[in-house]
């Protein structure tokens, strides 16, 4: 259910504000905007069984459309086991699409990684700034290959 932003919302109600981009599910909010024609989406807060579907639309959405991701998860205090399937389905996406991506990640999430990623398949960085630079060379290799 998408409704505006109220003080009186239960705390198991999905809203927006109108015209954003924002998304507050369950404890977590979902930000997406653009930083050098690279969509970023910016996610804080707990993913968890509440809002993991929520996540994964969202998520899946901006990667289907950007020309490159970056998925911010710096401020994520939980991320849960199925997240790392998201994580999955958004990168074999983006490479489906030769699309550039890279997470962003937090305490939390490294945790997981180290379980469900132990070979690090998934391309991370520490700052949307380093996710941005490894972008650029990957996209500057490329174009000297081509």
């Not at 259910?1 to 998304?23: D, E, F, W, Y």
């Not at 991701?69 to 699409?97: P, Q, T, W």
Request: proline fraction near 6%; hydrophobic fraction near 40%; charge should be neutral.
């Amino acid at each position: 259910m998408i409704a505006p932003l109220s003080p009186h919302a239960p705390p198991r109600s999905l809203t927006t504000h109108a015209g954003s981009c924002t998304v507050y599910c369950n404890g977590a909010t979902m930000r997406a905007y653009c930083r050098s024609e690279i969509t970023v989406v910016q996610i804080t807060g707990e993913v968890d069984a509440t809002n993991i579907d929520r996540f994964f639309e969202y998520a899946h959405r901006f990667a289907s459309d950007a020309p490159g991701l970056i998925l911010n998860l710096s401020e994520v205090d939980f991320l849960c086991a199925r997240g790392l399937f998201v994580l999955r389905a958004v990168g074999s996406l983006c490479r489906a699409e030769r699309r550039p991506w890279a997470i962003v990640t937090s305490p939390a999430v490294t945790r997981l990684l180290n379980v469900g990623d132990p070979k690090a398949t998934l391309p991370t960085a520490s700052s949307e700034r380093e996710a941005l630079s490894a972008m650029d060379a990957d996209r500057r290799t490329d174009l000297a290959a081509s």
